[in-house]
């Protein structure tokens, strides 16, 4: 799980996703494929906990704990849905 909240770490995801541009398939709401760079799709959960905003991704960087552009990607579109709901 990946708390989404330290900037730099972020930062780095960000410019991943922008360099990769990964689509994100909408599952449900807070759930979501996300396509790798070499093509495979992961899982990303996102949610609140305690106030604090997370991602999971099934990723490795993911089950290491560390932002990933999968999280960032699905955390855009999660951010979008949910400001609409």
């Not at 360099?19 to 959960?45: A, D, L, N, W």
């Not at 490795?60 to 960032?72: E, I, L, Q, S, W």
């Amino acid at each position: 799980m990946i708390e989404l909240r330290n900037e730099q770490q972020l930062a780095r995801a960000i410019e991943r996703a922008k360099e990769i541009k990964p689509r994100v398939k909408f599952i449900t709401f807070g759930q979501y494929h996300v396509q790798g760079s070499t093509g495979g799709f992961y899982i990303v959960t996102c949610f609140k906990r305690n106030g604090i905003r997370i991602a999971d991704c099934d990723c490795v960087a993911g089950m290491r704990n560390k932002p990933c552009f999968h999280a960032v990607a699905a955390a855009s579109l999660h951010s979008g849905i949910a400001s609409m709901r």
